[in-house]
């Protein structure tokens, strides 16, 4: 085995995945078998500037250096081979947000991520407009707003794109993105995979009112569908991604995506009536639908897989990091008493508690919003523990209830897909919170009232997705995506399924209804702590 990735690295048999995360950017080298064969990552974490959620050039650059030098070493220390070439690369990222520049093609206000909810009536406008939900996050609710807060740099934009295309861009000299990151940022005719023309022609009705006349198609990026052509890397792109001058130009890069779609391509979720659900800082549910859905729904996103088939997202801004929040604190009293325990084995040891509690939750309520949350209509976050006296308050009850939380939000958005009678053969879940067997994957199908499927790959996340993507691009054999990811990557990869119980049901069902009434206090705590 070590005999043959040696091989793949020196004929480059491999394809390179890196992810920017909300919380680490990721790289991942895969050999011909599809799987990861050295990885490297770097922690990051967005920060808060004059009310915005931003992340800095100098930290995404420092973070793709990092990340791919600490893959490029692994090669080396394993393999004994300098990583001179390789077969294919893809960039993803965090989708959504709004990076946007001039002639000069500097950036022209810091990157707004998509954890920012300061875009209401850019929403609400849109939305009324195209007849098509345009929530906070998207691309072009940010410029649209910028438009109507009559910003300077609105007059001086010559493009904007996500993090994703940016650094695809900065590496190949190519403006263009991934449909199903483009999605996130102006609607897809699925027809033509492309964007909405008709909704392009109102965009600039609207806009010219507002004194703005710039086409919107010359200022996004070029759409591309996964397989497609998308550039080389240059020798500027080399240096960039790796200063030593190791690495060669030359190399094809796949169209560059968002993390919804590398989630779908690493659950093997990109056929109609098939859904994951991707849990880390967010967390969104997406079901690729057979048709257009009947009504418009705020709280559910129209995005697309790579390929431009229609997906239902329920996204939510917050996910696990209460629960992070929380094992950190536990961390510390157990450092203070001299004890030295792994983050790994905390984590695995308090989600194995959670299976010794009530189904719901002892009666107590958390909020772990660290940010607005759309679903719910909270313009900003407020984390929140409460319980009654009567409340049995024990460690099982708490880690359950956290837990719980994570997918409150998102098992609300789910309910109005129910109502549109959206059908689902088959449910994948992945990312971290489900590293540990059984726990979240069993609060998960309780939350989403359907069975949930674990794969064996399901901590790999989207930097592997990309790496796939990549791979798939390369791939010559006339494949379909479809057919590439059933019999070249999930082949006799079954994974583990978990039924919810009728008690996990009932206990979830009365633990949602606490939320929804609760949610009141957590409006209170928004006002009340300004």
């Not at 808060?48 to 600490?70: A, F, P, Q």
Request: aromatic share 10%.
């Amino acid at each position: 085995m070590i005999a043959k990735t040696k091989l793949d690295i020196m004929d480059g048999h491999t394809a390179l995945g890196i992810e920017f995360g909300s919380t680490r950017i990721k790289a991942v080298l895969i050999g011909s078998g599809m799987t990861p064969i050295a990885a490297g990552s770097f922690e990051w974490e967005n920060k808060l500037e004059e009310g915005i959620w931003t992340y800095s050039l100098e930290d995404i650059w420092k973070g793709l250096r990092v990340s791919y030098r600490k893959m490029a070493t692994e090669v080396f220390e394993e393999y004994g081979e300098n990583l001179t070439t390789i077969g294919s690369i893809g960039f993803s990222a965090m989708m959504h947000g709004y990076m946007t520049f001039d002639q000069q093609n500097e950036l022209l206000v810091p990157f707004r991520t998509w954890r920012n909810s300061i875009t209401e009536e850019a929403e609400k406008e849109l939305t009324a407009a195209f007849q098509y939900n345009i929530p906070q996050r998207w691309s072009i609710a940010h410029l649209y707003q910028a438009i109507l807060n009559q910003e300077e740099h609105v007059n001086q934009v010559q493009f904007f794109t996500t993090l994703a295309g940016y650094i695809h861009w900065q590496l190949t000299g190519q403006k263009v993105l991934g449909v199903g990151d483009a999605s996130g940022m102006f609607p897809i005719d699925i027809e033509t995979k492309n964007y909405d023309q008709q909704m392009i022609t109102t965009f600039a009705e609207l806009a010219k009112k507002k004194g703005f006349t710039q086409n919107l198609n010359t200022l996004l990026p070029k759409v591309l569908v996964a397989g497609e052509a998308a550039g080389t890397l240059t020798q500027e792109g080399a240096y960039l991604l790796d200063p030593t001058g190791t690495l060669q130009a030359g190399i094809p890069l796949c169209p560059p995506e968002g993390d919804a779609g590398t989630g779908m391509v690493a659950t093997n979720s990109i056929r109609q009536k098939t859904g994951n659900v991707s849990a880390g800082t967010s967390a969104f549910a997406m079901i690729v639908l057979e048709e257009k859905m009947k009504a418009v729904h705020p709280e559910i996103d129209l995005v697309t897989t790579p390929l431009g088939d229609l997906v239902a997202m329920v996204h939510t801004n917050n996910c696990s990091s209460e629960i992070n929040a929380w094992v950190s604190l536990f961390k510390e009293f157990s450092e203070t008493l001299g004890l030295d325990v792994s983050s790994e084995k905390l984590y695995n040891t308090l989600f194995k508690k959670a299976l010794e509690a009530d189904p719901d939750c002892g009666g107590m309520l958390s909020y772990g919003y660290y940010s607005g949350e759309n679903i719910t209509g909270m313009n900003e976050g407020r984390p929140l523990f409460v319980r009654t006296p009567e409340s049995k308050f024990n460690l099982a009850n708490f880690m359950r209830l956290h837990l719980s939380s994570a997918f409150g939000a998102m098992r609300i958005g789910m309910e109005i897909l129910k109502g549109e009678e959206i059908k689902i053969d088959k449910l994948v879940g992945h990312g971290g919170i489900f590293k540990t067997p059984e726990v979240g994957q069993r609060v998960l199908a309780a939350a989403m009232e359907a069975p949930v499927t674990v794969m064996e790959t399901a901590g790999e996340g989207g930097a592997w997705g990309i790496a796939l993507l990549a791979a798939f691009a390369a791939n010559d054999a006339g494949m379909s995506l479809e057919d590439f990811l059933d019999k070249k990557v999930f082949a006799g990869s079954e994974g583990q399924t978990i039924d919810p119980s009728q008690e996990d049901l009932t206990g979830y069902a009365q633990f949602i209804t606490r939320y929804q009434k609760g949610l009141a206090i957590e409006q209170a705590a928004i006002d009340g702590l300004k």
